[in-house]
Antibody
Framework: QVQLQESGPGLVKPSETLSLTCTVS????????WSWIRQPPGKGLEWIGY???????KYNPSLKSRVTISVDTSKNQFSLKLSSVTAADSAVYYC??????????????WGQGTTVIVSS | SYELTQPPSVSVSPGQTASITCSGD??????AYWYQQKPGQSPVLVIYQDNKRPSGIPERFSGSNSGNTATLTISGTQAMDEADYYCQAWDSSTARFGGGTKLTVL
């Protein structure tokens, strides 16, 4: 079955750019929407944005000015870049797949999450 | 921005029925989704399109959505159902999550 694995630095300095990659295994990245979601310590879930395998994107308006999500179909990976980070961006970052159509099928496969701490 | 409101906590006795609500403006006009998250684990989709269960989710999980409120119902609640539950809906192409409800089975 499809599995997702997040990877990237666990520590990022304030004002720098957070970069994470999600590798899709056990299936193709094609024909699906792929999301990033984060969860600050002890808090709830916040959707960051999604990318369709073709490259079209949607971002949370609250983060839109700082977020870029991209896809590399040849590597079966998609990536997140969040610029100008502050301590408020410290969180567990999850990647997830939408079942088919993001607007009707829900996020049915999730990665295990990766913790990112923003600190000097 | 669109807000989804959940009670912070719900308690239920084993074997009884637990109901967790999620409120939002005209939520019944949108699809509601529910995710279960156990401590230290990733969220798991338990309900999509208001009332559909993904493969592998027990039949005791059900959902409804009407008016301004979506409800997740767990019938015959088991100890293993103790977790945080999050509702989610799409508004203006943005995924919104509720604040989460901690379900305690005692």
């Amino acid at each position: 079955q499809v599995q997702l694995q997040e990877s990237g630095p666990g520590l990022v300095k304030p004002s720098e750019t957070l970069s994470l990659t999600c590798t899709v295994s056990g299936g193709s990245i094609s024909s699906y929407y792929w999301s990033w979601i984060r969860q600050p310590p002890g808090k709830g879930l916040e959707w960051i944005g999604y990318i369709y395998y073709s490259g079209s994107t949607k971002y949370n308006p609250s983060l839109k000015s700082r977020v870029t999500i991209s896809v590399d179909t040849s590597k079966n990976q998609f990536s997140l870049k969040l610029s100008s980070v502050t301590a408020a961006d410290s969180a567990v970052y999850y990647c997830a797949r939408c079942g088919g159509d993001c607007y009707s099928d829900g996020m049915d496969v999730w990665g295990q999450g990766t913790t990112v701490i923003v600190s000097s | 921005s669109y807000e989804l409101t959940q009670p912070p906590s719900v308690s239920v006795s084993p074997g009884q029925t637990a109901s967790i609500t999620c409120s939002g403006d005209k939520l019944g006009h949108k699809y509601a989704y529910w995710y279960q998250q156990k401590p230290g684990q990733s969220p798991v989709l338990v309900i999509y399109q208001d009332n559909k269960r993904p493969s592998g989710i027990p039949e005791r999980f059900s959902g409804s959505n009407s008016g301004n409120t979506a409800t997740l119902t767990i019938s015959g609640t088991q100890a293993m159902d103790e977790a945080d539950y999050y509702c989610q809906a799409w508004d203006s192409s943005t995924a919104r999550f509720g604040g989460g409800t901690k379900l305690t089975v005692l």
